[in-house]
């Protein structure tokens, strides 16, 4: 199972930018799908996550200008982002909780990370 990660670029402050994040591979199901993000020298932090049910939820610093959203069919999450600033600046990188059979358990699995660079 693998995801993959697109969309990042460069782009000025207050643009926008869509991130993909596409599965690959035998799912049985997907649970939780998410992004995260770090930037030089800092820890990975979440930027938002969405339920299959599409119940989501936000880091403060993004939210109203960030919004995560998945096609359940595609098993793909994505994350249009706003309004960006120059402290959005990270790389980014998607998870997913998949099982690969009904008889597995849920296991993360992430994607290897799209860089985003806002400039002021």
């Known amino acids: 199972v693998q995801l993959q990660a697109s969309g990042g670029g460069l782009v000025q402050a207050g643009g926008s930018l869509r991130l993909s994040c596409a599965t690959s591979g035998t799912i049985f199901s997907v649970g939780d799908m998410g992004w995260y993000r770090q930037a030089p020298d800092k820890q990975r932090e979440l930027v938002a996550l969405?339920?299959?049910?599409?119940?989501?939820n936000y880091a403060d610093s993004v939210k109203g200008r960030f919004t995560i959203s998945r096609d359940n069919p595609k098993k793909t999450v994505y994350l249009q982002m706003n309004s960006l600033k120059p402290e959005d600046t990270s790389v980014y990188y998607c998870?997913?909780?998949?099982?690969?059979?009904?008889?597995?358990?849920?296991?993360?699995?992430w994607g290897q990370g799209t860089l985003v660079t806002v400039s002021s």
């Open positions: 969405i339920a299959d049910s599409g119940r989501s």
């Open positions: 998870s997913a909780s998949i099982r690969t059979s009904p008889w597995n358990a849920f296991r993360d699995v």
